[in-house]
DNA sequence: TGCCATTTGTTCGTATGTATT
DNA sequence: AAATACATACGAACAAATGGC
């Protein structure tokens, strides 16, 4: 009856609409009084103090005995320019930032429907699949799972292993180029899995980038499927 | 990291981790027994369970007594794709599907220091903010918030308001074409406003896309902040 | 100085929802 | 099905710090 039975908690969607308000500028500096957004949002002003202190403990406002709480601006996030020749190093470096890569897991699969398709290969092959952590100045900012023929690339894993880098993985196994042909973005929220390597909240969300890379004569290399932490980054497109 | 303290429900975070799983095509036909799941996802059997109903509720799964529980597909999404040349209606007439556009709000605002720099204009130019929503069929699928220059373009909001299309209110202002420079993708949580607007959950999630259209000459026209429904769409980018 | 309104911080109690056993 | 433990939410006070008058 008191719970909407979505299982989101009240302070917690509170909470969200601050962090909101503050994300599109309608909040600047500082937030109404505690017992006006309790009246505001319909809620206790418990409520309300609670949903402060998770964006406090986020570093995104400070609360001052007797002045008010302030905002304290979000953290920026890195701008990650996805495009033909995107590189994950080449990207983070441009941002005068140190890139890492290292690897999570890997196993041998046989291609599902989808990725044949995207791989142009047929259904069943044998694949590498990868999972790889990325980070800038050691901050994770995105999991990828990888899917590589196993037949053309038999020494992909220990490549990335060794390296941190799929650039580098690739040139070792004769791919001096590749390009990206399109990429397809979704949001979702984070995986309990992808929450640990990314160490970050459980409710996190992610942006959902599906990707294929083909060589310089336009065979498929490699098909992605990269989870960016939403916080931490932003994807630009030029067109 | 699992703790019941960050206001979201054990169940939910089950119920989003079968979700997940469905949409990535982990798990494709049959879920896993409830007491399986229970042990893998390290909770009570009776949290499964409600899990389970509230996905059925949604009807991505149906429970059938003695049987097992069994995936009855996502419903797909509208694929949008995003280049120098986006128009809202032309992206969803090629999915065969009918577009509308209809104006939620509108008033003059003074340019702030971001949108003034991405619209090379001074700061505190009076501008014209318009609130827009956009469906397929129906459905809602964004919602919008444009800035344009309110001198250039006097009766852009009229416009709008009469035809439900961006491209056809700058055609009657006289720009014959307009092109995409950048997009920025971000995602975020639904606030209040437009979880109404779209007709969703209240803690669902959106793609926020912003960007700036030109004139043929390079001349920015718009500042575009953009909200798509997550669930019902993705976002393509063709490089 | 003092007074007072405002605002955050703290402590009771009570009721309801969630999760496990 | 019932009992238990814990988290969430509300209500009413009071304390402590701030700033204007």
């Given amino acids: 009856m008191d719970e909407p039975g979505d299982g989101v908690t009240r302070w917690r969607r509170v909470a969200d609409q601050i962090r909101a308000a503050i994300g599109d500028g309608s909040v600047a500096d500082r937030l109404p009084a505690e017992g006006v957004m309790a009246e505001r949002f319909g809620v206790n002003r418990h409520t309300v103090r609670r949903a402060i202190a998770a964006l406090a403990a986020d570093g995104l406002v400070r609360a001052e005995r007797g002045r008010g709480t302030f905002v304290t601006g979000p953290a920026p996030r890195l701008v990650y320019e996805v495009g033909p020749r995107t590189r994950f190093s080449e990207n983070v470096l441009s941002q005068a930032r140190r890139p890492g890569g290292r690897l999570i897991g890997s196993d041998r699969v046989g291609a599902d429907a989808e990725i044949a398709a995207l791989l142009n290969c047929p259904s069943g092959l044998e694949l590498f699949r990868i999972e790889s952590l990325h980070d800038a100045d050691g901050?994770?900012?995105?999991?990828?799972?990888?899917?590589?023929p196993a037949a053309r690339f038999p020494g992909i894993v220990g490549n990335f292993a060794e390296t941190g880098s799929i650039t580098e993985a690739l040139l070792r196994e004769g791919v001096a180029d590749y390009r990206r042909r399109e990429t397809r973005i979704t949001a979702e929220r984070l995986s309990s899995s992808d929450a640990t390597h990314l160490a970050a909240a459980p409710d996190g969300l992610v942006?959902?980038?599906?990707?294929?890379?083909?060589?310089l004569r336009g065979r498929p290399i490699q098909v992605l499927r990269t989870r960016f932490h939403a916080e931490r980054m932003e994807l630009v497109f030029r067109h």
């Fill in 139 to 148: 901050l994770p900012l995105s999991v990828a799972t990888s899917w590589f």
């Fill in 207 to 215: 942006l959902v980038a599906r990707a294929v890379d083909v060589d």
